[in-house]
């Protein structure tokens, strides 16, 4: 992508009087606004003038009709119109992507990317006296990331920032380890994580490593709403410096994954009995997940087809490891190779999705969840119950979100280790390090130490060298307990059941309702409203015994903090069922977290069965009811 011309000025290029007659009032104000930019380019001006002509009012609704929304996770959105104008193809052919990104206020294109990297260097700027400030730049794979890498970098340069750049797409764990290894003040990385390919963002860190707090993000929305869309980059301050990262970061950023290994042994016990295919699923973890693996002697065969580094991720359906469809390719490929466990990262590399093959069961697909519980389980027997000159001082922690299993809560507890619950987002789980470093530095008694940290949603942390979830650890993690498990004669699965018949059978469903429309937020915050004021029934048709509203209540977690208020209602039934609600912060989702706990039974595949088909009746009973509320 290159800079664009311009070619229209403000007087040859109105509003014309049907678009007032076809759009709100508030779109019309924007779009004119934006049409008198004294910099309009020709992609832009083209785009708009051919939106207009063929009367695409909810096209231009989408692009112009709300802002783009800055949250604790940054920012996301398409970059590619759901009706891409022919100037932004530029002639490119009909089965590839435009040459440039969509245009619109809400849209991620180059003019939104420079004015939010704006706005984030003026919160920096007011939160610290220190100069040169330093910022590390990363992106993934996805169409335009490169564009907005550069674009990202040249601004804060020319803004007098020192500026650390990956010339070629990393994982977003990586950049967290980069930042704290450089000692920088901040981070950029542009990815949209696991969402379609249609879909840019900007995830922004600070200098620990992790995403910015809520307070932080609302202290950079209201410097990036203070800048006009007509900004140019200041001039006039001596410019800053640009450094390529090379591959020295890459190998500290290995050794501080290998430094997670518990049990060589287990490893070794990986390399005789464990067959992988691994799918990067066209994402940055190819550059990560085989050269972790292979350092300890393991190989695995990546999945054909899904191997290259591509932002349209060609014959995918789904990027995102939650869905199971991620891994299908994959394991038809592990089927054919006689491989016994299959892996998936999502495009960012900090997600990991799994399936395991057990000879009694066949193939299958690991929950978030489950990872997390074997994962954590592994870390907890491993590493508390070390002795000597091994053991660790300090209080052991496991950090997990309230919509986490609890069967990592029994494990944590069963192992001596301190549970401690977050809201949902790593962001929080990254917050309770950095608290948990600042005790520390006042006196070493006060020494927390993590164990893991995980979330439901694929998300896992081992060492706080990092401080976001990590998708490339959790791999090689994940190889190290499937070899303990192997050693002791045990499928991941068969391990999974063991610790079900010791703690409780545990199964969770999460379901997803989408309201991407201009008015999506206020429909969101309805919808929450109104199970606030009437809540929604449990699976047998009950009432909740209990009901936690993390907005309007105060909350604090278990040592004692108090928690920030979030739009998350969680309802308890009889029984030990939960239901959890949430807008998500940052795609235009609610999220429905279903819960359910039972003694283990002796045939656990039937239990299985019968627990998932409960989860799916009550959601529908869920479902009906939502539908109901939208519509009154």
Not at 164 to 186: G, N, Y
Not at 448 to 468: C, I, M, P
């Amino acid at each position: 992508m290159r800079p664009l011309e311009t070619s229209h000025s403000p007087a040859s290029f109105r509003l014309p009087e049907r678009a007032q007659d076809n759009l709100a009032p508030r779109t019309a104000a924007l779009l004119s606004d934006f049409l008198a930019l004294p910099d309009l380019s020709f992609v832009e001006a083209g785009s708009i003038a051919e939106l207009l002509a063929d009367a695409r009012w909810e096209e231009i609704e989408h692009r112009f009709g709300r802002g783009l929304f800055f949250g604790t996770g940054g920012i996301r959105s398409r970059t590619i119109g759901r009706v891409p104008t022919a100037a932004e193809r530029g002639g490119a052919d009909p089965a590839d992507p435009p040459r440039f990104p969509a245009v619109g206020s809400a849209m991620l294109n180059e003019r939104t990317v420079r004015r939010t990297v704006l706005g984030f260097a003026e919160y920096l700027r007011r939160a610290s006296a220190r100069r040169p400030l330093s910022v590390v730049i990363a992106r993934d794979t996805r169409l335009f990331s490169a564009a907005f890498a550069d674009v990202c970098a040249e601004t804060l340069r020319k803004l007098g920032f020192q500026i650390w750049l990956f010339p070629v797409e990393r994982p977003t764990p990586e950049l967290s380890f980069a930042i704290r290894r450089l000692a920088a003040d901040a981070g950029i990385m542009v990815t949209a994580s696991h969402n379609p390919p249609w879909d840019n963002g900007l995830k922004v860190y600070l200098s620990d490593g992790s995403q910015i707090t809520a307070e932080a993000a609302e202290a950079v929305s209201r410097s990036i709403e203070a800048i006009s869309f007509a900004s140019p980059v200041p001039e006039g301050e001596a410019p800053g410096t640009l450094c390529h990262l090379g591959a020295d970061c890459d190998q500290a950023y290995f050794e501080a994954i290998e430094s997670t290994i518990l049990e060589p042994d287990a490893i070794e016990s990986a390399r005789r009995s464990i067959r992988i295919v691994y799918t990067p699923l066209h994402g940055v973890g190819v550059h990560a997940v085989p050269a972790l693996l292979a350092r300890q002697g393991i190989a695995c065969s990546l999945a054909i087809g899904q191997e290259s580094p591509d932002g349209r991720f060609p014959g995918v359906s789904s990027a995102n490891p939650e869905d199971p469809r991620s891994l299908a390719q994959a394991i038809r490929q592990a089927e054919a190779e006689g491989a016994n466990l299959v892996l998936g990262t999502d495009p960012d590399a900090d997600r990991l999705g799994a399936a395991t093959f057990d000879p009694a069961a066949g193939w299958r697909i690991l929950t978030g969840n489950q990872i997390a519980a074997l994962l954590a389980y592994h870390r907890c027997e491993r590493t508390v119950h070390r002795s000597g000159k091994d053991r660790i001082s300090g209080t052991p922690v496991l950090l997990k979100t309230f919509v986490t299993t609890d069967l990592l809560r029994a494990i944590a507890e069963a192992s001596g280790v301190r549970c401690v619950e977050t809201l949902t987002g790593f962001k929080y789980i990254a917050a309770k390090l950095r608290r948990y470093e600042e005790m520390a530095s006042g006196d070493p008694r006060d020494r927390h130490w993590l164990v893991f940290g995980g979330e439901e949603s694929h998300g896992s942390l081992a060492t706080d060298r990092v401080r976001e979830k990590d998708g490339n650890a959790a791999a090689l993690q994940l190889v190290e307990v499937a070899g303990w498990a192997a050693r002791e004669g045990k499928t991941l699965l068969g391990l999974l059941d063991s610790l079900y018949r010791r703690f409780g059978f545990f199964a969770e469903r999460l379901e997803t309702l989408t309201l991407e429309s201009a008015d999506g937020s206020e429909q969101r915050s309805r919808l929450l409203r109104s199970f606030r004021q009437s809540p929604p029934v449990g699976p047998d048709g009950v009432l909740p015994m209990d009901t936690e509203d993390f907005d309007r209540e105060r909350h604090w977690d278990a040592d004692g903090d108090l928690l920030p208020r979030e739009a998350f209602l969680r309802f308890s039934f009889p029984g030990g069922e939960r239901l959890a609600i949430r807008c998500s912060g940052t795609e235009p989702k609610m999220k429905f977290y279903l819960f359910h706990r039972a003694e283990a039974e002796d045939d656990l595949r039937a239990q299985e069965k019968r627990a998932e088909a409960r989860l799916s009746s009550w959601w529908q009973t869920i479902e009906a009811e939502v539908e109901s509320r939208r519509s009154r």
